[in-house]
């Protein structure tokens, strides 16, 4: 392993209380395989569903932070400020920043697959174990177009990636957009020529949902699929 000393995750989270706890406790989970602290600040963002109602559930490493900002790429600057300000006293060249979404559960290895990359930044893939709201034709066409090159990949997801601390703070973090948040964080890093590892192996699931949080965001872009097989929106199931 790296010289990485701590480790935080961040979890935006708008009106998540359903999903929650399978994010939480794969996210615990990758922390016990970790030989160093993790911290895991989940960004409750205009919540008025009780999500609060978790907080205290999962340990003290699990912190809770309310925002009303209504912007998923504000809820995870947020999430990372919070942390930097935790952890004043840490090295950030020998901090690991990683975030996921809150519908989405990490493998047990997530963590220790990232760190061990000794990379700037870490971009990893998603999977949906299981097809609830779109037909079959959707997900066999998804699954044809997703594709990945070798060991690599060229996608991006806020679900699934991770990144030194010093590096995210180098490039100015996150900037407060409604979506592509994640899109635009890797230009950043590929401008400032910091070292970027694509992992086709590093998978996150994630759900199929068809009314997402971010406009254009994942469900979204199940819902362009969607339209493509169909013509019409008939290809998400009621």
Same mark, same amino acid.
């Given at each position: ?14 009106? /998540? ?42 340990? %003290? ?19 990372? /400020? ?5 952890h004043a006293d840490v090295d950030p060249a020998r901090t690991w920043y990683a975030t ?35 037909? %079959?034709? $959707? ?50 890093? /590929? ?6 590892h694509r992992d086709r192996g590093l998978s996150v699931a994630t759900s199929d949902r068809? /009314?997402?949080?971010? %406009?254009?965001?994942?469900? +979204? ?5 969607? +339209?493509? $097989? ?9």
């Open positions: 392993m790296t010289d990485i000393a701590k480790a935080v995750v961040v979890v935006p989270a708008h009106n /998540e209380n359903d999903h929650l706890p399978d994010c939480l406790r794969a996210l615990t989970t990758a922390a016990l395989c970790l030989p160093i602290g993790v911290t895991t600040v989940v960004v409750l963002d205009s919540c008025d569903d009780g999500s609060e109602a978790h907080a205290g559930a999962f340990g %003290p490493d699990v912190h809770f932070v309310s925002v009303e900002a209504g912007n998923v790429g504000a809820a995870r600057a947020a999430g990372f /400020e919070y942390a930097r300000t935790l996921t979404d809150a519908d989405s559960a990490v493998d047990a290895d997530w963590l220790v697959r990232m760190i061990a990359a000794d990379a700037d930044m870490v971009l990893g893939v998603v999977r949906i174990p299981a097809w609830r709201n779109f037909s %079959p034709a $959707v997900a066999r066409r998804y699954l044809a177009g997703y594709r990945t090159h070798g060991t690599s990949h060229r996608h991006i997801h806020g679900a699934n990636m991770g990144f030194r601390a010093d590096a995210y703070w180098h490039v100015g973090g996150f900037r407060a957009l409604a979506s592509s948040e994640d899109v635009d964080l890797v230009r950043r890093f /590929e401008a400032a020529a910091l070292s970027i068809s /009314e997402g949080r971010a %406009p254009g965001g994942f469900a +979204q872009h199940l819902r362009d699929i969607a +339209q493509t $097989v169909s013509g019409r929106s008939a290809e998400v199931i009621p």
